[in-house]
């Protein structure tokens, strides 16, 4: 079983704070993925990254894939409350099922 | 369909009963995944349908629990004589072919074993 950590497992900062969060696994794979879920929704894309190295920016989101495409990590400049949410990364294989990470349970305070 | 549609939204049984999840992914999207989620926590896969392939039952639980998914579209997971452990939520996601891991979630379906 190819396992994704997540850390930290919670965090509640302010309004306007820069945070950091981490996607770690032993295995390889062919692309990561990170999903925000809300309170009663399914979790919704924000980007995949296919590329090791590669660095994708949303906004004030920047996501990066480690160089062996074994982690990945989602760094929020001033950060907002519309950020609050279950932060969720998923490691993709060629072929078959995605493998999710427990998420990273994030409050942003006004 | 505009996105992937679960059906109930909201389930409440008592424990023994059996309960049918329905699941409507993305008209087109050859791939149909089960997760189970529970309050606060991380997505535990159950089942994978790709095309006309044997599904990946792998997650499954227990024999307890089953899924079909008829014509390559709609999808069906039953829960026989639940158990209050079986209480979560339960999300389907769809995706467009094997390999492009893009998922696209419902909203699930909550279901609660009284």
């Known amino acids: 079983t190819q396992l994704l950590e997540q850390s930290p497992q919670f965090l509640s900062i302010q309004e306007g704070e820069n945070l950091t969060v981490y996607c770690n696994s032993s295995?390889?794979?062919?692309?990561l993925q990170w999903y925000r879920q809300e309170p009663g929704e399914g979790p919704v894309l924000l980007v995949t990254?296919?590329?090791?190295?590669e660095v994708k920016k949303l906004k004030r989101l920047t996501f990066q894939f480690g160089d062996a495409r074994k982690d990945s990590s989602l760094h929020i400049t001033a950060a907002q409350p519309g950020d609050t949410g279950l932060y969720l990364c998923?490691?993709?294989?060629?072929?078959?099922?995605?493998?999710f990470g427990d998420g990273t349970t994030l409050t942003v305070k006004p | 369909g505009a996105g992937v549609s679960q059906s109930p939204s909201n389930k409440v049984t008592e424990k023994g009963k059996d309960v049918e999840l329905r699941c409507d992914p993305i008209?087109?999207?050859?791939?149909l995944y089960w997760y189970r989620q529970s309050l606060g926590q991380g997505l535990e896969f159950l089942i994978y349908?790709?095309?006309?392939?044997?599904?990946?039952k792998s997650g499954l639980p227990s024999d307890r629990f089953s899924a079909e998914r008829t014509g390559g579209s709609v999808s069906t997971l039953t829960i026989q004589r639940t158990q209050q452990e079986d209480s979560a939520v339960y999300l389907c996601?769809?995706?467009?072919?094997?390999?492009?891991?893009?998922?696209?979630f419902g909203s699930g379906t909550q279901l609660s074993v009284l």
């Open positions: 008209s087109g999207h050859t791939a």
């Open positions: 295995s390889v794979f062919s692309s």
């Open positions: 998923a490691g993709g294989r060629n072929a078959g099922k995605s493998t």
């Open positions: 996601a769809s995706s467009p072919r094997t390999g492009n891991e893009k998922l696209f």
């Open positions: 349908f790709q095309g006309n392939s044997a599904p990946d």
């Open positions: 990254v296919v590329t090791g190295g």
